[in-house]
């Protein structure tokens, strides 16, 4: 696992961050987070260019790439009250996607094994499945829940005759024992897939799913507090899988299966500050920028923003944990300290 740097484009850390190696684990050994890249699109089932995600999320940004980013909202500087490492991309050939998963599943390994957080940038959604049995692998297959933002279920069986693809993730994780079916949290789910026998086999795993419909009709905050319940009952941590085609895209425009009718980009980022601050997460990935079919690079943007919400709000977190009074949301933020 030598430090590959980039497989598309600059070889730049994400906002300029340090570098550490995978295979040298002492470059990352006081390491609070490390941000992988997992640039890979050959799960795809429609659009493909995903591959070129993780190096659109690491330069999307208008401010200096100094290594720092202070919240307005959480009063933290998430890259730097956290020790935030940059591995660079794992490398992933798209015509051999058993080989290219299983070299990202240990890359992701070995980051949780090192006690930190591993983030993940893709890349296509069939990297879900590396990304978390790789977490679970550290913290206790089965011992790991999944919340799941998407516009899809991702629960499919075999595509183009093939176990995996984007399509697939979570029927593979749940099938394997990475991760319970009945500790599974699907937020934003919305269109015409899947299919019934699909449902059912969900239906019989005891996976919650939380559809678009349900989620305007109780209210967004009211879905995430009950399925926050699910989660840390029986786990010992929660892995937190991003597909920005969970948002409406009008505001994500840039990815491989656009589906109407999402989240807005501000609720996206509101419920992930919300995951990383009230629970207690072990992995992050962020998937399916696909800047080929971006406007204005407004889906790098969101990507890159929710990877400084991820980081602010587990920074608050710990800071809360160590003393003093908790984040207030509703501080003004002149009074806040």
Same mark, same amino acid.
């Given at each position: 696992?030598?430090?590959?740097?980039?497989?598309?484009?600059?070889?730049?850390?994400?906002?300029?961050?340090?570098?550490?190696?995978?295979?040298?684990?002492?470059?990352?050994?006081?390491?609070?987070?490390?941000?992988?890249?997992?640039?890979?699109?050959?799960?795809? *089932?429609?659009?493909?260019?995903?591959?070129?995600?993780?190096?659109?999320?690491?330069?999307?940004?208008?401010?200096?790439?100094?290594?720092?980013?202070?919240?307005?909202?959480?009063?933290?500087?998430?890259?730097?009250?956290?020790?935030?490492?940059?591995?660079? =991309?794992?490398?992933?050939?798209?015509?051999?996607?058993?080989? *290219?998963?299983?070299?990202?599943?240990?890359?992701?390994?070995?980051?949780?094994?090192?006690?930190?957080?591993?983030?993940?940038?893709?890349? =296509?959604?069939?990297?879900?499945?590396?990304?978390?049995?790789?977490?679970?692998?550290?913290?206790?297959?089965?011992?790991?829940?999944?919340?799941?933002?998407?516009?899809?279920?991702?629960?499919?069986?075999?595509?183009?005759?093939?176990?995996?693809?984007?399509?697939?993730?979570?029927?593979?994780?749940?099938?394997?024992?990475?991760?319970?079916?009945?500790?599974?949290?699907?937020?934003?789910?919305?269109?015409?897939?899947?299919?019934?026998?699909?449902?059912?086999?969900?239906?019989?795993?005891?996976?919650?799913?939380?559809?678009?419909?349900? &989620? $305007? *009709?109780?209210?967004?905050?009211?879905?995430?507090?009950?399925?926050?319940?699910?989660?840390?009952?029986?786990?010992?941590?929660?892995?937190?899988?991003? =597909?920005?085609?969970?948002?409406?895209?009008?505001?994500?425009?840039?990815?491989?299966?656009?589906?109407?009718?999402?989240?807005?980009?501000?609720?996206?980022?509101?419920?992930?500050?919300?995951?990383?601050?009230?629970?207690?997460?072990?992995?992050? =990935?962020?998937?399916?920028?696909?800047?080929?079919?971006?406007?204005?690079?407004?889906?790098?943007?969101?990507?890159?923003?929710? $990877?400084?919400?991820? &980081?602010?709000?587990?920074?608050?977190?710990?800071?809360?944990?160590?003393?003093?009074?908790?984040?207030?949301?509703?501080?003004?933020?002149?009074?806040?300290?």
């Amino acid at each position: 696992m030598n430090r590959y740097g980039p497989m598309y484009g600059p070889d730049i850390t994400f906002l300029g961050v340090d570098r550490c190696t995978l295979d040298d684990p002492a470059s990352y050994a006081d390491a609070d987070v490390v941000i992988v890249g997992a640039p890979f699109d050959g799960g795809t *089932s429609h659009r493909p260019g995903t591959r070129f995600g993780p190096s659109a999320i690491r330069q999307a940004c208008y401010l200096p790439h100094d290594g720092s980013r202070p919240s307005l909202a959480m009063r933290v500087d998430g890259l730097r009250d956290l020790r935030v490492y940059d591995a660079g =991309d794992v490398e992933m050939f798209s015509g051999d996607i058993e080989r *290219s998963l299983a070299s990202l599943e240990a890359a992701v390994y070995a980051v949780a094994a090192a006690g930190a957080i591993p983030i993940v940038l893709g890349g =296509d959604h069939s990297i879900a499945l590396p990304d978390a049995t790789g977490v679970a692998r550290q913290h206790g297959l089965g011992r790991v829940s999944l919340v799941h933002f998407d516009a899809h279920a991702d629960t499919g069986h075999i595509e183009f005759g093939s176990l995996h693809g984007h399509g697939q993730p979570m029927r593979r994780l749940i099938e394997s024992g990475a991760v319970r079916g009945d500790r599974f949290l699907q937020i934003g789910l919305r269109g015409y897939w899947p299919d019934p026998p699909t449902l059912a086999w969900m239906a019989a795993q005891r996976m919650r799913s939380y559809e678009m419909t349900e &989620l $305007v *009709s109780r209210g967004l905050d009211t879905c995430l507090s009950e399925a926050f319940t699910i989660a840390t009952d029986e786990c010992e941590g929660v892995f937190l899988s991003v =597909d920005v085609d969970v948002v409406d895209p009008g505001m994500a425009p840039g990815t491989g299966t656009p589906e109407p009718g999402g989240l807005t980009s501000r609720q996206l980022l509101d419920a992930v500050r919300r995951v990383c601050y009230e629970l207690p997460v072990v992995g992050v =990935d962020v998937v399916e920028v696909a800047p080929p079919y971006d406007h204005a690079d407004i889906t790098a943007y969101l990507g890159n923003r929710v $990877v400084l919400e991820a &980081l602010s709000a587990i920074a608050r977190r710990r800071r809360d944990a160590a003393g003093g009074p908790p984040w207030n949301p509703r501080q003004p933020l002149l009074d806040a300290r």
